[in-house]
């Protein structure tokens, strides 16, 4: 997508052109003369592609992810035999990608804990800061979300392109290529934290599925068919990317992801208006005890032109927004 491009949106059987602009990490557009109030929400249709990035040294991928680097002489060990990859077919390389990162990153399973020492387990369990990449090689244990940044990494010194992927729909499956659960945290068919892999784009415009955690890349129908079952929806909307609007204007973006192995989506969000405002407010009694209470307000319908603004706020994943419509 262009700096600045015009897509089309339609009020009622007539047709009125919007300008969708890209500055920096936004994309903004408004919604002239609109009506949204509790009894009548209004339902947008996005069309949206998915775009790849680029990971380059000193940017964080996420608030627990990792800052990338390549000060280390093991990191650059790895770079240079990614770069040896290039001339591969491009699906022979994600697999040798998948060989490097899974040589030198091991999941930090509680029960292991000996082995792997207290304060490495800290530094990368949940809830941890985040990790310089030369740091977690030289550590040699990560979660979901460092294992994906080192593969995106170093996919690209292989010559492959793709984003950072999460997701908090996933549910726990019997693998078909080794008759064993997906996740150990949980027992099959229940739901699974958030959870982060990659998606890589080939030369014909495919998007792959890999998830390094998991030794797991869609390129087949057999692999496949398994992240689908397991639910892998990549969240559009989800840390990496929030739309700011005007108070009290709220979102169902539930539909808004990507099935594995997509790249463009049509899909609906409804912006509503709640009906209600409720608000915490203080006091003191006679005694002076102090006390809360729930005040309760209605809130009017919005009228106006809407404006709407689509941020990245870390460079994990990037999505372009190709046009709008209202469909209400």
Known sequence: MTERGLSHI???RQEKTIE??????????????????????????????KQPIYLKEGDQTDFEGV?????????????????????????????RVMELVRSNLKFPFKEELEE?????????????????????????????????????????????????ASGDKLINIIRTDNNKPLFKSVKPGESVA???????????????????????????????????????????????NSIEAPPNIHFDDSGMFFRPNTGEIKTDMLVIRPEIKKSLHGFRDRNG???????????EEFRGDLDLSAIREFKKNNIDIKSVRVVQ
């Open 10 to 12: 339609e009020f009622a």
């Open 20 to 49: 969708i602009k890209k500055v920096g990490n936004e994309q903004k557009f408004t919604i002239l003369d609109v009506v949204i109030s509790h009894e009548k929400p209004l339902k947008l249709e996005f069309d949206i592609q």
């Open 67 to 95: 800052i990338v680097d390549h000060e280390s002489e093991k990191v650059k060990s790895l770079l240079e035999e990614s770069r040896l990859l290039k001339n591969l077919p491009e699906k022979e390389r994600l697999h």
């Open 116 to 164: 792997i020492g207290q304060e490495t387990y800290n530094q990368v369990e949940e809830g941890s800061l985040p990790i310089r990449l030369s740091k977690l090689v030289e550590l040699g244990y990560g979660q979901c979300r460092h294992f994906a940044p080192l593969y995106l990494v170093l996919a690209q010194e292989a010559g492959l392109e793709g984003q950072l």
């Open 194 to 240: 958030s959870h982060q892999w990659v998606s890589i784009i080939l030369k014909n415009g495919d998007w792959i599925t890999v998830d390094p955690t998991k030794n797991l890349i869609a390129d087949n129908q057999k692999a496949l068919e398994m992240v689908t079952k397991a639910n892998y929806q990549e969240d559009i909307l989800g840390s990496s």
């Open 289 to 299: 005890q102090f006390g809360y209470v729930i005040k309760k307000e209605k809130i």
